[in-house]
């Protein structure tokens, strides 16, 4: 299966949506040159005619993640009485962390034994890439590699991505800030549980406000339902501009997904296209 063939834009107004071989079309950055970064305020005042229905943002979390975080805190093994941070409610965490800079939020992120992954990871997976940056990634949680490594998107995965950000002219770290859904480990890979997902929800909300991106790829349906609030199939959710707190948010397959179907990874290139088009028209 491997990750060839590489993924690579071509000429034209007309986006080709078969993976193209590598000696066909023109380098990624020489086909778009990078805007400059907007400031927020301008790039989100307008909404394009494509807009799928925005998620909510004054009931976020939704219902289901907010009851995973009582679930999580239920659920945690119960800490010392001196442990305040163990013992707070998940209201006063979440305000909390909403008001940590970058260097006490992976700090609180490295702490955290706020649900059972907690227990048993290697160490948590923060995030990485610039921490200002337009494209702002979002996965499920940490593997294997990453658990050990401490990067997300690391082994065939986190290559097959950097050959997806690579087709349209991004770099891993450079205007590309790349989180996941949950920072620890589930065992064996599993899909993390609603009380994990809102367990981690209050990080990933407080990173998205640190980095103030243009555009948000959620990057699977963990990652898309925690940012909706709410459940999608990504089948039906591609090819739609949504909204999250005024931030334009596309939907695609995960990149281990994608190992595992290749023959959807045409459906990611256009959906990687479709979100080039919106940072292009500035939407």
């Known amino acids: ?19 193209p071989a590598a000696t066909s079309g023109v380098a990624p950055s020489a086909a778009m040159p990078r805007p400059p970064r907007l400031e927020a305020s301008a790039s989100r005042a307008s909404t394009p005619p494509i807009v799928a229905p925005a998620a909510p943002s ?17 659920a945690r093994p119960a800490a010392p009485l001196s442990d305040a941070r163990q013992a707070e409610n998940p209201d ?6 909403a008001t940590l800079d970058w ?41 294997k590699e990453e658990d050990r490594k401490g990067e997300p998107f690391v082994g065939q995965a986190g290559r097959l991505l950097d050959n997806m950000l690579g087709s349209i002219g991004l770099r891993r770290g450079e205007d590309v800030y ?17 009380a994990e997902i809102g ?19 959620a990057l699977g349906r963990p990652a898309a339902q925690a940012l909706l609030g709410r459940e999608i199939r990504i089948a039906a959710a591609r090819g739609q501009r ?6 334009s948010l596309v939907v695609t397959y995960h990149p281990a997904y994608l190992l595992r179907n290749p023959q959807d990874k045409a459906r990611a290139w256009e959906d990687l296209c479709f979100a080039r088009r919106l940072m292009a028209a500035g939407d």
Not at 92 to 97: D, E, G, K, L
Not at 242 to 247: N, P
């Open 1 to 19: 299966m491997g990750l060839a063939p590489l993924w690579r834009l071509r000429d034209g107004g007309t986006e080709d949506v078969s993976e």
């Open 58 to 74: 004054a009931s976020r979390p939704a219902t289901q993640l907010r009851q995973g975080r009582e679930e999580a805190a239920a």
């Open 92 to 97: 006063m965490r979440a305000r909390r962390i």
């Open 103 to 143: 260097d006490a939020l992976e700090a609180d992120i490295h702490a955290c034994r706020q649900c059972v992954l907690g227990s048993g990871r290697t160490q948590a997976v923060p995030g990485v890439g610039d921490r200002e940056a337009r494209w702002m990634l979002v996965g499920e949680g940490p593997g």
């Open 178 to 194: 790349i989180a996941n859904t949950v920072k620890c480990r589930p065992p064996h890979n599993r899909t993390p549980e609603a």
């Open 199 to 217: 367990a981690c929800l209050p990080y990933l909300e407080r990173q998205i406000e640190l980095v103030r991106p243009q555009i948000l790829i």
């Open 242 to 247: 949504f909204a999250y707190r005024g931030i």
